[in-house]
């Protein structure tokens, strides 16, 4: 079994810091990608950044510039560190990872749990 747990949400002002973590665990053979997503209310789930087992990244346009995603591949483990934030980056964010377990022979998605990231004005 895989799980991935996320910590690190919470309640920021405009303009304020948070830090993401999320740790993968259980039966992993091989991550290719890790990353997250956001949801907001009412919206379908989307990319904020993704970053590969070789150190590439894939930004969302609105993640540019203020979040920058970090990968520890020997443990599993990627963060974000989101500056600058602003009320609308306020939503739920999943961290995920496509992963191969030792029990599968294909890469599947993962997901954890969420967190929720509320900016206030």
């Known amino acids: 079994q895989v799980q991935l747990v996320e910590s690190g949400g919470g309640l920021v002002q405009v303009g304020g810091s948070l830090r993401l973590s999320c740790a993968a665990s259980g039966n992993i053979f091989f991550i290719n990608v890790m990353g997250w997503y956001c949801q907001a209310p009412g919206k379908q789930r989307e990319l904020v950044v993704e970053?590969?087992?070789?150190?590439?990244?894939t930004y969302a346009d609105s993640a540019k510039g203020r979040f920058t995603i970090s990968r520890d591949n020997g443990k599993n483990t990627v963060a974000l560190q989101m500056n600058s934030l602003k009320p609308e980056d306020t939503c739920v964010y999943y961290c995920?990872?496509?992963?191969?377990?030792?029990?599968?022979?294909?890469?599947?998605?993962?997901w954890g749990q969420g967190t929720q990231v509320t900016v206030s004005s």
């Open positions: 995920y990872a496509k992963l191969q377990s030792y029990s599968d022979y294909v890469i599947r998605p993962y």
């Open positions: 970053i590969t087992s070789r150190g590439s990244t």
